[in-house]
């Protein structure tokens, strides 16, 4: 979690340097502290929900990174295309980016500064969460993207990428500071690692600035193959100048998951085994797998989601409170959850964990192919879009908790949610009544209508005892009435700070796979599941439903 951010002093605010970012006719009197200023006061006018909202008032100022470059590798990938450039543009308008800060696109296309800059902007056009563009702000940004064609193979290429980055020190001011972007695909993160070491692009020598890399999930796939991949990183950069993304982990409302468990003081003494019956997470997509149908032959839903998502979800829901919001603090907490979930053995996994995959149907009005007729699909697949399963996890708080997760690929609807079911009342006085009231329930709901609710039972006025079980709903769009940052504009900024709670840690990573690697191998030595066994737009397997029902419980209608 990120501790709160202290508005950045003066003296490092980056919009002196920014003339075009100014407004276009200032008075001619005024200094550049002045005009920052009034930029600052025009921008606070043009959301006046910052000052009537009484639930914002008392936000703090965003920091603002040193000056640096960010070095983006695989530039011309989806990822970078979807999300980290609309990210950075994002950060970059709102002036959360330094103004000697420098892109330096890398891949292995033939670009030149200029026909790179012009082919990303079609996408953050297409894919920023604010539009139209800002222009002006775009061609600020644009004047400080540099494209780098490199082989990952060929160590020239990485020696003129080290000597560019040294003259940009001098050119843009990014003052010797390094971020890191692997947005490549997971195979070639080893070598763009080993050819890093071999230049020294890791070193923070004395004065020179500081080197951080972000790699992107999947971060190896399975316990084995992620241990060898932690060592391999970790021969050239340091644990602290690693950042792992799990994109989950910045989304506001999972952010926000902390602030309700420990900056509230009533939820505390209820979340554990005396008073909740069992937890609900579940992460159900309606898209399918988007044209990366290779990708997910190799992945499925155990490894995409639920090695990732879903533990880390779980982690965050049942962790102890940490004694700081330090990254090591709490990334602590969330290791020994991890840590304490039950091995699934053979026989666990034949009994507790439902995987499944999806044949044609319709979601949301729409006829939509089976997962086998997807493009890169093997016509016989036994990849699963769905998985779920109850977990257990062996520590004080939590003993005897099932945790129920799942996951699915073209599952009627898009929706996140957590739920703590709280145990029914010691003596149901109000059987007799009309409406017997159903057990508590708080209701985390992540996205989309990101909110809160607390379910519980109240009268019906009149003259009868007729009790029902009613919502109190906490949505944000309404009580904040402020657009939130996208999960990569939160990571990217916290990556640029040099705050790495909201990233996952070498140990929590194998942590982790320790829990879901038993399962993928079970599995292998299963007999061929019966796939397709759920229709698109259907809410998974028969069986994914008989987990949860065959212990009294169901599934929460989402
Ligand atoms: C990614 C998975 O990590 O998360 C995708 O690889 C999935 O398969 C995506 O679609 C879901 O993210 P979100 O933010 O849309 O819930």
Request: some cysteine; aromatic content about 10%; charged content about 30%.
């Amino acid at each position: 979690m990120t501790a709160p951010r202290q508005p950045k002093p003066p003296s490092r605010g980056a919009r002196a340097t920014s003339p075009g970012r100014a407004p276009a006719a200032p008075p001619p009197a005024r200094t550049a502290r002045e005009l920052r200023e009034a930029t600052v006061a025009a921008r606070r006018r043009a959301r006046p929900e910052t000052d009537t909202n009484p639930l914002r008032q008392g936000l703090r100022l965003e920091r603002v990174p040193d000056p640096c470059a960010f070095v983006l590798f695989g530039a011309t990938g989806d990822l970078a295309h979807r999300k980290v450039v609309p990210a950075l543009y994002q950060l970059w308008r709102t002036n959360l980016l330094p103004a000697e800060f420098s892109l330096v696109a890398v891949a292995r296309r033939p670009y030149t500064d200029k026909t790179f800059a012009a082919e990303v902007k079609a996408s953050v056009e297409k894919y920023s969460r604010v539009q139209p563009i800002d222009e002006e702000a775009w061609a600020e940004l644009a004047k400080r993207i540099t494209y780098q064609q490199l082989d990952f193979g060929d160590d020239d290429g990485f020696d003129r990428l080290g000597d560019r980055l040294d003259e940009l020190d001098t050119e843009r001011g990014t003052a010797g500071n390094r971020l890191f972007y692997l947005a490549t695909q997971p195979s070639q993160v080893t070598e763009i690692v080993r050819q890093m070491g071999r230049v020294g692009l890791d070193h923070e020598l004395r004065g020179s600035g500081w080197r951080r890399v972000v790699v992107e999930k999947p971060f190896g796939r399975d316990f084995e193959s992620a241990r060898h991949l932690n060592h391999e990183v970790q021969k050239v950069f340091r644990e602290s100048q690693v950042y792992r993304i799990d994109h989950y982990l910045g989304k506001e409302t999972v952010r926000n998951l902390l602030v309700f468990r420990f900056g509230n003081g009533i939820f505390e003494p209820v979340w554990n085994r005396s008073f909740v019956d069992h937890v609900q997470i579940t992460v159900a997509e309606s898209l399918g797998v988007e044209g990366r149908g290779a990708f997910y032959e190799e992945t499925g839903a155990s490894r995409d989601i639920l090695q990732n998502h879903l533990l880390q979800l779980m982690a965050l829901v049942a962790m102890e409170p940490p004694t700081s919001f330090s990254a090591d603090a709490l990334r602590d907490q969330k290791l020994q959850v991890l840590r304490a979930i039950t091995t699934p053995d053979y026989e666990s996994v034949r009994g507790n964990i439902v995987r499944g995959q999806y044949g044609g149907g319709w979601v949301q009005g729409e006829p939509v192919p089976g997962y086998r007729e997807e493009p890169e699909v093997d016509p016989e697949s036994e990849t699963e879009t769905y998985v779920a399963g109850k977990f257990t996890i062996d520590d004080w708080r939590w003993s005897g908790v099932p945790f129920y997760l799942r996951a699915g690929k073209r599952l009627p609807k898009r929706a996140t949610e957590i739920s703590i079911q709280f145990k029914e009342v010691p003596l149901r006085l109000f059987r007799d009544s009309t409406g017997d009231p159903a057990p508590n329930v708080l209701a985390m709901r992540i996205q989309p209508d990101e909110g809160i609710m607390l379910r519980f039972a109240a009268k019906v006025p009149g003259l009868g005892l007729d009790v029902r079980t009613v919502n109190m709903d906490f949505a944000y769009e309404t009580s904040f009435v402020v657009d939130s940052p996208d999960a990569y504009e939160t990571l990217i900024l916290d990556a640029l700070l040099g705050d790495a709670s909201l990233f996952t840690r070498a140990d929590e990573v194998e942590a982790a796979w320790a829990v879901v690697t038993p399962i993928i191998n079970a599995w292998a030595e299963m007999p061929p599941p019966h796939f397709p066994d759920y229709a698109a737009g259907s809410w998974g397997p028969e069986e994914g439903d008989a987990l949860i029902e065959r212990e009294g419980r169901r599934w929460r209608r989402i």
